[in-house]
C-alpha cells in the first residue's frame, strides 16, 4: 500500500507523517524513491569498530592492570631501588580512562544495536574523545619518560590512525542519508 501524502496520514497504520522524513516512522513504509536506512553499508563498518573496540579495550585494561599488580608495584614504590615516578598515577589514569570508554564503548554498541537516536552524538563524542586521550596520554608519558623512549614508531602509527579514524567517520556521521534515517526516535 501506498503513503497518502496529501493527508500527512501513514495508509498504512494511520500514522501522522513527519514532513522532513521520506517514511512513516512507525511501520518504516516510504514514499517515492527508496530509502537509504538501517544497519547496512558503511554503517555496518560502524557496527564493526563498535562491537570491536570494548574487546580491544577489555585487553588493554586487564594488560595495564596485571602490569600494576605484578611488575608496576616495584616500579611504582617510592621505597623500591627500581622506583620510576609518576608511573602509578599515570598507570591508575590510564586504567580508570580505559574503563570509562569501555563503558562508553558498551553503551554505544546498545544504541547502536536499538537504533536509538543519541548513537551518532555518542559515537562522534567518544571518537574525538579517544582521539584526544591518545593525544594526551602521549604527552603525558613523554613527560614522564621522555619524548624519545615514548614516541616511537608505533604510537605515532597509534596517532595518526586516530586522526585519520576521526577524519572519516566523524563528518560520515554527521551527513550520511544511512545515519540520520537509520537513528531516528520511532513511535
Known sequence: ????????VCEVCGE??????SFCLRCGIGAGPKVIRGLRGWLLLVGL???INPL?????????AGFLLSDGKSLAAPTSDQYVPWLG???????????V???GWAIAAVLYFMKKPRFPR???????????WVVVETVLWSM??????VLDAAKIREIAAAVLFATIWVPYMLTSERVSNTFVERG
Not at 16 to 21: E, S, T, Y
Not at 56 to 64: C, D, E, G, I, T
Not at 122 to 132: C, E, G, K, R, S
Open 122 to 132: 555518542t559515537y562522534i563524542v567518544l571518537t574525538l574523545a579517544l582521539l584526544a
Open 89 to 99: 598515577p599515570l598507570a591508575f589514569l590510564e586504567v580508570v580512562v580505559t574503563l
Open 144 to 149: 614522564a619518560f621522555g619524548a624519545s623512549e
Open 1 to 8: 500500500m501506498a503513503r497518502e501524502a496529501s493527508r500527512g
Open 16 to 21: 501522522a507523517l513527519d514532513p522532513q522524513r
Open 56 to 64: 580491544v579495550l577489555s585487553f588493554s585494561f586487564f594488560a595495564v
Open 49 to 51: 569498530h563498535v562491537c
Open 101 to 103: 570508554f569501555l563503558v
